[in-house]
Each structure stands twice: as structure tokens, then as C-alpha cells.
């Protein structure tokens, strides 16, 4: 076959036209890959996040990076925003202003399947068992009944019976609300203050279920004003204060985490320390 003359013109120009920036194009065509690469292992990321509420800034220009399979604290005091950060996270309020991605894409309410979230007061039915709760959420979702004996071990509410869920104790109702959030099968698990109010023994059981799902493959959004709970649980932190994200980074030393908190917020009254 012959070849053209005027194509090898047409490449000889385009190279003379090329080779001055190669070093250029090589230098942003290698930094977009890594853009691309680091985006993908972040499971959640967020750009300049913001909310306001009647003028005042609750969430102010929040940029989150939270690894894939891992556990990531949001520590702060009361009034500090992580509860408006996180619906935000969840689609339960509308960001001011900023991005959210997941999974290295812009967020959509579509993720929301694969987000699972315990906001607050856990969303039960107090007049049916813990496995009427979830039947009426699996109806919906079209979730199997072994999926639903399936989160009911999980949470450890398998032996739970007729008792209804209105008779549970508050680590009880902690534990369905997680079951419920677990159902979809979620990549995401969102947790605001999940363990205030509960006894001694219900906060090592949340513990111990907190730190085995990233071995699932769920990576664990969890936000508390108690530093030894996140201490020991979570592998990255991120600090706010007045709404603004003033640290984020792993976990510091055992030990470390209250001299950095106390650094990061100002003095102990201020931190609102645990």
C-alpha cells in the first residue's frame, strides 16, 4: 500500500508544532491521570461545601477526602456543623453552594442507593418488631428475606422476637436504624453522633460493628464530639469548628488525638472536650 506524502507533511509540521511543549503536555496529561486515580480511591470528596442558615455560615467551604474501606471521623464540638455536613452528604439538605463526588463522579440523588445513613433519631416504627420495620422498608426495595436475617445478625438483633421496637432500649433502637441503613447494601455508611446516650456496653458493640465494616467493603462516615470513640475507631479525621474543616488528615498516634484536637480548636472550654 502507498503511502501519502501529504499525511507525512501533515504529521512533520505537527510535530515540529508539538515538540517545544512536550514536556508541558506530558507534565498535565501525567497530573490529570493522578487527579482521576486519587478521585477514584475517594469514595467521598467534597469541594468548598456550604450551607447557611438565615446568614450565618453553618458549613463554610468544606473540602472532605474520605479514603475508600476505611473509617472516617468527623470530630467537633456541639454547634460545630457536622450534623448539616453530613445531610448534606445524604441528600437530606441542599448544599448552598460547592460540590459533592462519589465514587469520582458529581453526585447525584441516584448514589443515594448506594448511601446508607442514620441521622439522628433513628427512623423506627415503635409498634412493630425489628423485623416488621425492615419488612416494610425490604417491600419497597424489593430486599430479600435472607438480606433481612442477613442485617438482623449483623446488628445483633436476630433473637429480638415479638418484642417491639418501642420496648427496645436506646442501643437497641441505634442498632435497627443501622440495620435499616444497611438493607440496600450500601458502599457508604453515614452516622451522625451514634453512640450518645448509650451505656458502656452498647458503645463497645457499636465499636466492634463500626470497625468491621470497612473488611465488608463499607466505608464508614462517623461523627462524634467523643474523642476516644473515634480515636478507636477511625483510620482518618476530619476536625470542624464553626463550620470550617480546620484538619483532616489519618489518625495521630495513639494518645496524640486530644493534644491535636485541643491544638486545632483552641483551649478545652472551646473544644467542648470528652
Given at each position: 500500500m502507498r503511502s501519502n506524502p501529504q499525511y507525512h507533511g501533515y504529521q512533520n509540521i505537527l510535530q515540529k508544532a508539538v515538540y517545544p511543549y512536550k514536556n508541558f503536555i506530558f507534565t498535565l496529561y501525567n497530573n490529570l491521570v493522578k487527579e482521576v486515580i486519587v478521585m477514584y480511591e475517594m469514595i467521598l470528596k467534597t469541594e468548598n461545601l456550604s450551607k447557611a442558615f438565615r446568614g450565618r455560615e453553618a458549613v463554610r467551604s468544606v473540602s472532605l477526602e474520605v479514603p475508600e474501606a476505611c473509617v472516617y471521623g468527623i470530630l467537633g464540638p456541639n454547634g460545630a456543623g457536622k450534623s448539616t455536613l453530613l445531610k448534606m452528604l445524604t441528600g437530606i439538605m441542599r448544599p448552598a453552594g460547592g460540590k459533592i463526588y462519589f465514587q469520582g463522579k458529581e453526585w447525584t440523588r441516584k448514589n443515594l442507593s448506594d448511601i446508607g445513613a442514620l441521622i439522628e433519631t433513628p427512623?423506627?416504627?415503635?409498634?412493630?418488631?425489628?423485623?416488621?420495620?425492615?419488612?416494610?422498608r425490604a417491600v419497597l426495595l424489593g430486599i430479600s428475606e435472607r438480606k433481612m436475617e442477613e442485617v438482623l445478625f449483623t446488628v445483633g438483633l436476630s433473637d429480638t422476637g415479638k418484642k417491639r421496637a418501642g420496648e427496645f432500649s436506646l442501643g437497641m433502637k441505634q442498632r435497627l436504624g443501622i440495620a435499616i441503613a444497611l438493607l440496600n447494601e450500601p458502599k457508604l455508611l453515614v452516622l451522625d453522633e451514634p453512640v450518645n446516650g448509650l451505656d458502656p456496653v452498647a458503645i463497645r458493640e457499636f465499636r466492634e460493628m463500626i470497625c468491621r465494616f470497612p473488611q465488608e467493603g463499607i466505608t464508614v462516615v462517623v461523627s462524634s464530639h467523643i474523642l476516644s470513640e473515634i480515636e478507636q475507631t477511625a483510620d482518618y479525621i476530619g476536625i470542624l469548628s464553626e463550620g470550617v474543616l480546620r484538619y483532616q488528615g489519618e489518625m495521630p498516634?495513639?494518645?496524640?488525638?486530644?493534644e491535636l484536637f485541643?491544638?486545632?480548636?483552641?483551649?478545652?472550654?472551646?473544644?467542648?472536650?470528652c
Open positions: 427512623p423506627v416504627y415503635e409498634n412493630l418488631t425489628a423485623r416488621e420495620n425492615l419488612e416494610v498516634p495513639a494518645g496524640h488525638l486530644e485541643i491544638q486545632t480548636i483552641g483551649n478545652k472550654k472551646e473544644a467542648g472536650i
